[in-house]
T-cell receptor, first 113, second 114 residues
Framework: QQQVKQSPQSLIVQKGGISIINCAYE??????FPWYQQFPGKGPALLIA?????SEKKEGRFTISFNKSAKQFSLHIMDSQPGDSATYFC????????????FGGGTRVLVKP | EPEVTQTPSHQVTQMGQEVILRCVPI?????FYWYRQILGQKVEFLVS????????KSEIFDDQFSVERPDGSNFTLKIRSTKLEDSAMYFC????????????FGPGTRLTVL
């Protein structure tokens, strides 16, 4: 019940295209859903996060869509650039301060020029 | 911009040896974490630490693991007797303390157990 399932495992997109990564969770106690970006040899870095009281959050070219009833959320990368080539992890945590992050399996995104 | 730092970047050790991985969290943060990532797999939670004690630990974090905040700046993970399966990237993270605040990750220590 603690799992976060992420798909696809990998994604190739042309420059300027849209990358879409999906995640599903089981635990309804989760109420914070961040996306992390990880470049090779680096630690995960927060990209964007959402709480379940909103259905969408946009920051620049990155948008999270959240469907509470379906227990699913997704990351859309608009106008994908070669510099976006990285591994993306969705994650979830429960509300109380200090709670651990439960990560999805990751999606390796390659943006071709 | 403040960042989490970790040393060493790469540690090679023999099976059965003790290792200590070191982290310096962001200075005004209150919550500290260790996660690990086996090559090609997802990031897994190991332990969280707050107010000088463990607040939560995973099944992975057995008696061979321990954490300590020996002074006001360092946060360490000790593995007493390393196993081959401990080979992974270990990430330290810290968080300021608000509900659903951002966890900031360090660059990681790659541990290789031979």
């Amino acid at each position: 019940q603690q799992q976060v399932k992420q798909s696809p495992q990998s994604l190739i997109v042309q420059k300027g295209g849209i990358s879409i990564i999906n995640c599903a969770y089981e635990n309804t106690a989760f109420d914070y859903f961040p996306w992390y970006q990880q470049f090779p040899g680096k630690g995960p870095a927060l990209l964007i996060a959402i709480r379940p009281d909103v259905s969408e959050k946009k920051e620049g070219r990155f948008t999270i869509s959240f469907n509470k009833s379906a227990k699913q959320f997704s990351l859309h990368i608009m106008d994908s650039q070669p510099g976006d080539s990285a591994t993306y992890f969705c994650a979830a945590s429960k509300g109380a301060a200090g709670n651990k992050l439960t990560f999805g399996g990751g999606t390796r995104v390659l943006v071709k020029p | 911009e403040p960042e989490v730092t970790q040393t060493p970047s790469h540690q090679v050790t023999q099976m059965g040896q003790e290792v200590i991985l070191r982290c310096v969290p962001i200075s005004n943060h209150l919550y500290f974490y260790w996660y690990r990532q086996i090559l090609g797999q997802k990031v897994e939670f190991l332990v969280s630490f707050y107010n000088n004690e463990i607040s939560e630990k995973s099944e992975i974090f057995d008696d061979q693991f321990s954490v300590e905040r020996p002074d006001g700046s360092n946060f360490t993970l000790k593995i007493r007797s390393t196993k081959l399966e401990d080979s992974a990237m270990y990430f330290c993270a810290s968080m300021k303390g608000a509900v659903a605040d951002t966890q900031y990750f360090g660059p990681g220590t790659r541990l290789t157990v031979l």
